[in-house]
């Protein structure tokens, strides 16, 4: 075998006989297609209103007074909750802000 092979002898070596002087035909550039097709927004659909639900109320009734064992007033606080427990302590929280003595005297549902 000769050393000294030339570069068409190389390639024939490692490549196999291929024609060296075949000009590749330009490939046909295709356009891409998109992956994800984009479909345009629906139209909105209207919100139907819905009708104001059903709020538990209770309403509680305070005996309060700044004197002890003296004038009383009697207030009403209405509050948003089925829980007769939440309805007292809110009521007595607002009531204590004005008034020194306060006292609850019933809980009932409107």
């Known amino acids: 075998m000769n050393p000294e092979l030339t570069e068409e002898e190389m390639r024939r070596a490692l490549f196999g006989d291929t024609d060296v002087s075949t000009v590749a035909a330009p490939a046909v550039v ?32 305070l005996r309060v007074g700044n004197i002890f064992e003296g004038e009383t007033q009697e207030i009403f606080h209405e509050a948003d909750t089925l829980s007769t427990l939440l309805a007292e302590q809110d009521a007595t929280k607002l009531a204590r802000k004005k008034f020194r003595y306060v006292e609850v005297v019933s809980v009932k549902p409107m």
């Open 30 to 61: 295709k356009e891409p297609v998109p992956e994800v097709l984009i479909e345009p927004p629906a139209k909105p659909v209207a919100k139907k209103k819905v009708a104001k639900a059903f709020t538990p109320r209770l309403r509680v009734t």
